[in-house]
Nanobody
Framework: QVQLVESGGGLVQTGGSLRLSCTAS????????MGWFRQAPGKEREFVAA????????YYADSVKGRFTISRDNAKTTLYLQMNNLKPEDTAVYYC??????????????????WGQGTQVTVSS
């Protein structure tokens, strides 16, 4: 079992920044690819970013490329999402997810083994 706990959400003005954290406990963190997803009210969940087990490769949705940065610290068993230049359309509940395969994180999120409970990000205009 892996337990994931997100933190760092909040209310920020347009153009502001937030850093989300996802702290993992349980099985070996470095054995999992990790990702961030978000879901806005009335909308489907969407992929935001993913990172390989070692952190060597990262992937982003076009809507956040150049503004968001995903990273991980395997020694601290923590995943991060640095969000800059936030826009009202970034408002959503943000979830972290873990899976043994990067393919599932990037393309088959329903197959991801573990999910956090989510943290709310609200960007005011």
């Amino acid at each position: 079992q892996v337990q994931l706990v997100e933190s760092g959400g909040g209310l920020v003005q347009t153009g502001g920044s937030l850093r989300l954290s996802c702290t993992a406990s349980g099985r070996t963190f470095s054995g999992y690819a990790m990702g961030w997803f978000r879901q806005a009210p009335g909308k489907e969940r969407e992929f935001v970013a993913a990172i390989k087990h070692s952190g060597g490769s990262t992937y982003y949705a076009d809507s956040v490329k150049g503004r968001f940065t995903i990273s991980r610290d395997n020694a601290k068993t923590t995943l991060y999402l640095q969000m800059n230049n936030l826009k009202p359309e970034d408002t959503a509940v943000y979830y972290c997810a873990a899976d043994r395969t990067l393919t599932d994180v990037r393309s088959n999120p329903d197959e991801c083994e573990y999910w956090g409970q989510g943290t709310q990000v609200t960007v005011s205009s």
